[in-house]
């Protein structure tokens, strides 16, 4: 089968060298820090959006 490329960016990693003053870099804690109102964490969609938010960021 024949599947497109797709670049994986690591926003965990991005994260911990971009907000290193955090107590944490969970997902819900880099998304407030990124301005982002993270509500349904742990639902797939809204921690999509949050990780594509934060790259947003980060980028």
């Known amino acids: 089968m024949d599947y497109p490329d797709y670049e ?3 926003t965990l990693a991005a994260s911990r060298r ?3 003053y ?3 870099h ?3 804690t880099v998304a407030a820090e990124c301005g982002y109102c ?3 964490h742990h639902n ?5 959006e949050a990780c ?3 790259a947003r960021e980060i980028l």
């Not at 797939?44 to 999509?48: C, E, S």
Request: net charge negative; hydrophobic share 60%.
């Open 8 to 10: 994986f960016y690591d």
């Open 52 to 54: 594509a938010w934060i």
């Open 22 to 24: 955090l107590a944490n």
């Open 26 to 28: 969970q997902l819900h």
């Open 38 to 40: 993270l509500e349904k």
């Open 44 to 48: 797939a969609l809204a921690d999509a």
């Open 18 to 20: 971009a907000f290193r």
